[in-house]
Structure formats: structure tokens, C-alpha cells
T-cell receptor
Framework: SQQGEEDPQALSIQEGENATMNCSYK?????LQWYRQNSGRGLVHLIL?????REKHSGRLRVTLDTSKKSSSLLITASRAADTASYFC??????????FGAGTTVTVRA | NAGVTQTPKFQVLKTGQSMTLQCAQD?????MYWYRQDPGMGLRLIYY???????DKGEVPNGYNVSRLNKREFSLRLESAAPSQTSVYFC????????????FGAGSRLTVL
């Protein structure tokens, strides 16, 4: 079974607004990652947060991790049309495998 | 720099036919992976190869075989395709050092009639 689960399944926002999505997972992890998938394309790695980190930033992305609640959130600030995509969290099952959630589909309206 | 290249991009098969999906990476990565993506299911790991010469089953290996031909190439074979194998298949690679961060190909859309 899959380790991670994103919430909400879909999100529609106005350009310039912030988008927040969450990921919950089941077992302890070494790190959690977020990937983006544009329609019809492969996934692209966005950011990795280690289990001993609580927050990480990369450009307009902010990721938090709460290992006590087994959850993470991804915040995209000042959204743009180009942010329209599906976003997936991924957790490491062991040194060689990642498990992905079902994703959050984000639509940014002009 | 091509990254991860998958072929073919699209394929239609009839039930019972066989086919091989090809994947090659030019990043000198040690580890390679095959995932399938179905609506509402996210990505599920089919097989992976931690290093050249090794392969291991993932979550959903039934109906598939893999070959790590060399460090660059990792193929996925469907011996007798079934409609349940209609999916989008993604190959990915990782340098295998430290935390696993995946670089994905563009995907192969397979339809089994």
C-alpha cells in the first residue's frame, strides 16, 4: 500500500493567491520529498526535507514537516499560471525506494 | 543533456501481446526504476535496480519482467499484456548516493485492448 496521502485531491485558486497542500504518511521516514507533474509530463523534484528538519524554503515554496503527526505541508506563495500542475509527496521506504501519494491537482486561474 | 529517455511514448496492444518499454539515462546514475501511474492511485513501483546487475520487485511486479542491460539501460517487458496493464509508465533514475532523488522520463502511455 502507498505510504503517503495528499489532501486535498484538488485545489483551484486565483493567480497571486497562496496554495497549501498536505501529506500524511504512515511509518517513520528519513526524508520527505515533493514533486511536481505538469500535464502529460514526467515528475520533477521540487524539494527534500530531512526528518530532523521542521521547515525548508526554496524560492516560492515552503515545506514543513511534523514527524510527531507524520505529516507535511507544501505552500506555494504568490501562485502563477505556470504552477498549474499535480503535486506529489514521496517518502523513502528504504535506501532505494520512494513511495508516492496520489497527488493534489492545483489549478491557478488567471 | 537528455536525462531519462523512454520509448515508445505511446503504444496500443491487444490482450496477450508482448512488448518491451525501453529506458536509458545519460547521467551515470546507479539506480533505475519503473513506476506505473493510474488515475487516483498515484505512482506505484513495479521494479527497481539499485545498481547494475541487480533487480528487485516493487509493489506491483506481477505481469512484468525487467532487465538491467547495462548501467544506462533498464527495460520493462510485458510478456502477455492484460487490460489491467493499461497505464502510463514512468522510468526514473537516481545516483544512488545518500537520499534517493528521482529524475523521471516523460512517460509511456500504454493501452491494452
Amino acid at each position: 500500500s502507498q505510504q503517503g496521502e495528499e489532501d486535498p485531491q484538488a485545489l483551484s485558486i486565483q493567480e497571486g493567491e497562496n496554495a497549501t497542500m498536505n501529506c500524511s504518511y504512515k511509518t517513520s521516514i528519513n526524508n520527505l520529498q515533493w514533486y511536481r507533474q505538469n500535464s502529460g509530463r514526467g515528475l520533477v523534484h521540487l524539494i527534500l526535507i530531512r526528518s530532523n528538519e521542521r521547515e525548508k524554503h526554496s524560492g516560492r515554496l515552503r515545506v514543513t514537516l511534523d514527524t510527531s503527526k507524520k505529516s507535511s505541508s507544501l505552500l506555494i506563495t504568490a501562485s502563477r499560471a505556470a504552477d498549474t500542475a499535480s503535486y506529489f509527496c514521496a517518502t523513502d521506504l528504504n535506501d532505494y525506494k520512494l513511495s508516492f501519494g496520489a497527488g493534489t491537482t492545483v489549478t491557478v486561474r488567471a | 543533456n537528455a536525462g531519462v529517455t523512454q520509448t515508445p511514448k505511446f503504444q496500443v496492444l491487444k490482450t496477450g501481446q508482448s512488448m518491451t518499454l525501453q529506458c536509458a539515462q545519460d547521467m551515470n546514475h546507479n539506480s533505475m526504476y519503473w513506476y506505473r501511474q493510474d488515475p487516483g492511485m498515484g505512482l506505484r513501483l513495479i521494479y527497481y535496480s539499485a545498481s547494475e546487475g541487480t533487480t528487485d520487485k516493487g509493489e506491483v511486479p506481477n505481469g512484468y519482467n525487467v532487465s538491467r542491460l547495462n548501467k544506462r539501460e533498464f527495460s520493462l517487458r510485458l510478456e502477455s499484456a492484460a487490460p489491467s496493464q493499461t497505464s502510463v509508465y514512468f522510468c526514473a533514475s537516481s545516483d544512488g548516493q545518500g537520499f534517493i532523488v528521482l529524475t523521471f522520463g516523460a512517460g509511456s502511455r500504454l493501452t491494452v485492448l
